[in-house]
């Protein structure tokens, strides 16, 4: 079982940056971390994963913008997230996935989840 914390959410002006964090109980030796968000009567996507093995990969709205990082001494995940806009406004999920692939535009095998950190971006 893997358990997973966000923090770091919050309220920002347009063009400017916030840091989430996650919070994991434990790592295998193959893992996917990932993070997701879901606005309002939107569909949950994927905005950028990072493996085991340190490979990253970011929506293409966040590239550029955004950066996943891990630190394995603290077992934390973190997304930076500079050059915010409005549109990036939406509920942030950590997810986490026990096997290879890491797959970014579906949460198909992320079968563990943190409880989400409301981030909002106003213009």
């Known amino acids: 079982q893997v358990q997973l914390v966000e923090s770091g959410g919050g309220s920002v002006q347009a063009g400017g940056s916030l840091r989430l964090s996650c919070a994991v109980s434990?790592?295998?030796?193959?893992?996917?971390m990932g993070w997701f968000r879901q606005a309002p009567g939107k569909e949950r996507e994927g905005v950028a994963i990072i493996s085991s093995y340190g490979n990253t990969n970011y929506a293409d709205s966040v590239k550029g913008r955004f950066t996943i990082s891990q630190d394995n001494a603290k077992k934390t995940v973190y997304l930076q997230m500079n050059s915010l806009k409005p549109e990036d406004t939406a509920m942030y999920y950590c997810?986490?996935?026990?096997?290879?692939?890491?797959?970014?535009?579906?949460?198909?095998?992320?079968?563990?989840w943190g409880q989400g950190t409301q981030v909002t971006v106003s213009s």
């Open positions: 434990r790592y295998s030796d193959r893992y996917c």
């Open positions: 997810a986490a996935r026990l096997s290879f692939p890491c797959p970014i535009h579906t949460s198909i095998g992320y079968n563990y």
